[in-house]
């Protein structure tokens, strides 16, 4: 299996407060995602890194911010949780960009 | 419509039995076709890629075919540890980003 660690696994945490995930590689690989999933829709991407310092937007960036200030760590950042962010979040790693994805195990976040 | 398709199910199959299932997509360019697995509560893992010439991983195939835009996957001689959710994913050509499908489940049944 690829070596992708998140923390916390699971979370409860107040509306309005702040959160932050974290995902942490030793594959080296210079892409990372992060996806939400939800009853009913596909993982739908929050945002991704193409490199250290280097992020963009997925479909659902609103409310989201993400810092990668090393190769193998990608945080993701919810600035003022709302009850919509309740999901189960996944980080996922890629050598190349559009190829395969390998997933950490996912964090279930609840917002309460 | 959405980008990929899949018929979300249940297929409850019987094991021993053959079971297929197929995945829309909409961008006739996309490249790049996956089938991952997922089991109930754990991550998306890679069961295979999909080839232009189709591809073959012990009981598991997976055609692509282009014209009708669709990718298939099929199961043979299932087992009960088959029981998953399959999800189809293709690549967005305009950014490279994956696009997944909600995913199909599938239950076999002793």
């Known amino acids: 299996d690829a070596g992708i660690t998140q923390s916390p696994r699971h979370k409860v945490t107040e509306t309005g407060t702040p959160v932050t995930l974290r995902c942490h590689q030793t594959?080296?690989?210079?892409?990372m995602y992060w996806y939400r999933q939800d009853p009913g829709h596909g993982l739908r991407l929050i945002h991704y890194s193409y490199g250290v310092k280097d992020t963009d937007k997925g479909e659902v960036s609103d409310g989201y911010s993400v810092s990668r200030s090393k190769t193998e760590d990608f945080l993701l950042t919810l600035e003022s949780a709302t009850s919509s962010q309740t999901s189960v979040y996944f980080c996922a790693i890629s050598g190349t960009e559009g190829t395969e994805a390998f997933f950490g195990q996912g964090t279930r976040l609840t917002v309460v | 419509r959405k980008e990929v398709e899949q018929d979300p199910g249940p297929f409850n199959v019987p094991e021993g039995a053959t079971v297929a299932f197929n995945c829309t997509y909409s961008n006739s360019a996309s490249q790049s076709f996956f089938w991952y697995r997922q089991d109930c509560r754990k991550e998306p893992k890679l069961l295979m890629s999909?080839?232009?010439?189709?591809n073959e991983d012990g009981r598991f195939t997976a055609q692509l075919n282009r014209a009708s835009q669709y990718i298939s996957l099929l199961i043979r001689d299932s087992k009960l540890s088959d029981s998953a959710t399959y999800l189809c994913v293709v690549n967005r050509v305009s950014n490279y980003q994956l696009i997944w499908g909600a995913g199909t489940k599938l239950i076999i049944k002793p």
């Open positions: 999909v080839y232009s010439s189709g």
């Open positions: 594959e080296n690989h210079r892409y």
